[in-house]
């Protein structure tokens, strides 16, 4: 069954300090979403993409996140510097295509905690 | 007001029962609605979708959705203690690009 990969499931870093994550989309899915979670809330999407450009990232503080999607497959979400606030889940999303019946499917996500 | 509203919980149902969950949402344009279930520590899983206005039954799952009242439900029949998780309801907002916006969550809990 296909599945969206992200790496790494844990990530303990210092304030201050660059974090990276890794997003691997269901194979031919055109759009992929990042999105942060906050314990005890539920997801808030930072950005998303539809093939390798951003569509919205409207919730993406963009002073220290960047997020891309190069070749329109793979993306990778960063972080620098790292803040307390940011410890989270973040989830990444792909679905085959955008518009009133779009379902997207979430991989494991990566837990993120800044000391 | 948010645009998704759950109540937090915690829901406590005794096993075989029915366990009812609700979400209100305020954009009238909105066209699809989803329910996912979290289990702690874990990522989103899709459990259900509906679309137009009425029941839509997949097992032990009924999710309801009536527009007028811009109301959306899940009902889980024979509830089990595995069901016991956190329910997001989530919005599609076609007029901002097909985002979705999720509720803050139910959590379920459901005693054997």
């Known amino acids: 069954e296909a599945e969206v990969a992200q790496s790494p499931r844990y990530k303990i870093t210092e304030k201050s300090q660059a974090v990276a994550f890794w997003c691997d989309p269901i194979s031919g899915h055109a759009t992929l979403y990042w999105y942060r979670q906050i314990l005890g809330q539920g997801p808030e999407l930072l950005v998303q993409f539809q093939d390798e450009s951003v569509v919205d990232d409207s919730q993406l503080p963009k002073d220290r996140f960047s997020a891309e999607r190069l070749k329109g497959v793979d993306s990778t979400l960063k972080i620098q510097p790292a803040e307390l606030g940011d410890s989270a889940m973040y989830l990444c999303?792909?679905?085959?295509?955008?518009?009133?019946?779009?379902?997207?499917?979430f991989g494991a996500g990566t837990r993120l905690s800044v000391l | 007001q948010k645009e998704v509203e759950q109540n937090s919980g915690p829901l406590s149902v005794p096993e075989g029962a029915i366990a009812s969950l609700n979400c209100t949402y305020s954009d009238r344009g909105s066209q699809s609605f989803f329910w996912y279930r979290q289990y702690s520590g874990k990522s989103p899983e899709l459990i259900m979708f509906?679309?137009?206005?009425g029941d839509k039954e997949d097992g032990r799952f009924t999710a309801q959705l009536n527009k007028a009242s811009q109301y959306v439900s899940l009902l889980i029949r024979d509830s089990q203690p595995s069901d016991s998780a956190t329910y997001l309801c989530a919005v599609l907002l076609y007029n901002q690009g097909g985002k979705l916006i999720f509720g803050q969550g139910t959590e379920l809990s459901v005693k054997p």
């Open positions: 999303a792909s679905s085959p295509r955008t518009g009133t019946k779009n379902i997207q499917y």
């Open positions: 509906i679309y137009s206005n």
